[in-house]
């Protein structure tokens, strides 16, 4: 069974899951949510072996903020506030680490040019790349592991693993809550570029 939190904003519902990082969607309400969150299974289930989520039960809801409503999940509840032991801190690393993987498999596999939207609009697959590692610069001072500007990306992401290893005692952000949205945030954009490949390109595109 796979425990999952609603987070409800006014404009958009998230469905996240608690102990597999990365696997959460959006939705216009509660069901719809949910819905997108099960229709995600079989692509989250490529990135973190041996994900068997089973039965999903929600464990609770949290009211959203204007974050919510912009797209992203920033809610935090009192599962946040676990201590987690050292063996469950390196499983959130381990996870995160097949995160980033399936992140790099996307760019690898994908052209430079990516499908842009109805009115053009769209950042192409390098654009993504560097928001991602931008934003996880960001998101690493919340962690409490601070890196500089233009710190090579697997430099970077080794301060990250070591934080959560050692329980990001600097951190501004509960442990739990931080890797997933580290987690969420690359595979939003992991599968935005798959599903923005050109026609004709390798890889599943949600439909």
């Known amino acids: 069974m796979a425990e999952a939190y609603l987070e409800q904003g006014r404009t958009w519902t998230f469905a996240c899951a608690l102990d597999w990082p990365g696997w959460a969607r959006r939705g216009k309400g509660d069901e719809a949510a949910i819905e997108a969150l099960l229709s995600y299974a ?4 490529a990135v973190v072996p041996g994900f068997e989520p089973g039965e999903l039960h929600v ?6 903020n204007g974050t919510t409503d912009f797209g992203a999940p920033d ?66 001072r919340s962690l409490g592991a601070r890196v500089p500007p233009r710190t090579p990306w697997d430099e970077q992401r080794a301060a990250f693993d070591a934080a959560i290893r050692t329980g990001a005692p600097g951190g501004s952000w509960p442990l739990r809550y931080a890797v997933r949205r580290f987690a969420w945030h690359v595979l939003d954009h992991a599968w935005e570029i798959e599903d923005k490949r050109p026609v004709g ?7």
Not at 91 to 98: N, P
Not at 120 to 136: C, I, K, L, M, S
Not at 201 to 207: D, E
């Open 59 to 64: 464990v609770g809801t949290l009211p959203g």
């Open 42 to 45: 079989v692509r989250y289930a």
């Open 201 to 207: 390109g390798t890889g599943p595109r949600a439909t």
């Open 75 to 140: 809610a935090r509840g009192p599962w946040d506030d676990e201590p987690q032991d050292e063996a469950a801190c390196a499983r959130l690393a381990e996870l995160l680490s097949a995160c980033w993987a399936a992140f790099d498999r996307a760019v690898a596999g994908s052209p430079a040019e990516l499908r842009k939207g109805p009115r053009g609009g769209g950042r192409d697959r390098d654009q993504v790349a560097a928001h991602v590692q931008e934003a996880e610069r960001s998101y690493g």
